[in-house]
């Protein structure tokens, strides 16, 4: 079984409404900081693959919202890989919020492995071991949860 990685930040003021609470289209850009920060930590990103004229598009995000963030909140995003395919990988998450101790939200986030044309391919082989890294099964999740 893996490991779940985990990426805390403050939320900054720019991602609040008037009210400081954050705005729901910021809540992608929070995974996907960190999944670039877990791709980091196997030393990979993006540019790399950029280079090689390799696009990791994403093709589907869900997210179910149970409790807001506001301005200055330390956060901590949880995601792991709860599925590994030929040409995609599915990150699941959790966005908690470590100021009330409340789980803000989670989701998941389906990326694909394509060249730049669109046209899906085997993903890389250095990005699946980094995912491998981080893979949990969802019946290893709820048997431990």
């Known amino acids: 079984m893996g490991e779940k990685f985990r990426y805390r930040f ?7 409404d008037a009210a ?8 992608p850009r929070y995974v996907e900081r960190t999944e670039e920060e877990l ?11 950029n280079e090689r004229k390799i696009w990791l598009p994403r093709v589907e995000f869900f997210i179910q919202h ?15 890989i709860s599925e590994i395919k030929e040409k995609s990988v599915r990150y699941s998450f959790e966005i908690h919020n470590l ?3 409340k789980l ?3 989701g998941t ?26 893979h949990i099964e969802e019946k290893d999740i709820i048997e431990n949860y």
């Open 39 to 49: 791709l980091r930590s196997g030393n990979l990103n993006y540019r790399v693959f």
């Open 10 to 16: 403050y939320v900054p003021f720019v991602d609040t």
């Open 20 to 27: 400081g609470v954050v705005h729901f289209s910021n809540y």
């Open 104 to 106: 803000s939200a989670k």
């Open 66 to 80: 149970l409790s807001p963030l506001r301005h200055n909140d330390l956060v901590e995003v949880v995601m792991w």
């Open 99 to 101: 100021y009330t101790n």
């Open 109 to 134: 986030l389906t990326v694909v492995c394509a060249e730049i044309n669109g046209r899906a391919i085997a993903c890389p082989h250095e990005l699946v071991e980094v995912w491998k890294k981080y």
